[in-house]
């Protein structure tokens, strides 16, 4: 994918390659389909997972976002397990966002057994307020930009959610782009047992969409997170 930086509806930060996919596959799927453009953003390479290497986990990201129909997919190189919200990343963080001004953000939820998932949730939090201030200055003078919504998805953990999309209709290329980090979550020669790719934490990804699907009367739905009070014009469309 190029270095372009068109304007998006919606970017999705993750820490890693493949946190949007297992969190928030489903929306971003759901959005591309109804023609809106999406945008995700790995802080990292994940360089210091387990199985696979940057470049094998790079191609297999670009073929996940293939699969999203994603307008583009940004790396910022940030070090694996070095998520420190210093002034340098949110900087970097604050130049992308203004460049793509999208409407919505998506961040992955606070509360996760990984710390660079909970760094990565305050690290967008920080950068989204710091892309709305006017008199704060980026290196090549991007103008300010307020994101509309931002809203949180669970990659490890459930919870209670504020709000559940039905991603019933595009539940098959979620999985798909799941398993499109082939390196992650299948089992294979030459690859250690990990979490991932033990056969269920898939099940609990399903089971939980499925859950989430339930509570709204669909098959699947994915669970997300509102620091701010929705809006609603009426209670009654």
Known sequence: MDNAYPQVDLLAFGAHPDDVE????????????????????????????????????????????????????????????????????IHAMVALIRKLQPRVVLAPHWEDRHPDHIACSQMVREAVFDAAIRKKATQNGEAPHRVQHLYFYFINHTGKADMIVDVSSVYSRKKDAILAFESQFVPGDGRVNTPLNNPTYLSMVDGRDRNWGYQIGVTHGEGLVSIQPISMKSLIE
């Open 22 to 89: 297992i969190g928030a596959g489903g929306i971003v799927a759901l959005h591309t389909t109804k023609g809106f453009s999406v945008a995700i953003c790995d802080l990292t390479d994940g360089e210091l997972s387990s199985n696979g290497d940057v470049n094998t986990r790079r191609k297999e990201a670009d073929h996940a976002g293939e699969i999203l129909g994603l307008s583009q997919r940004y790396r910022l190189g940030f070090p694996d397990r070095g998520l420190d919200g210093s002034d340098q990343q």
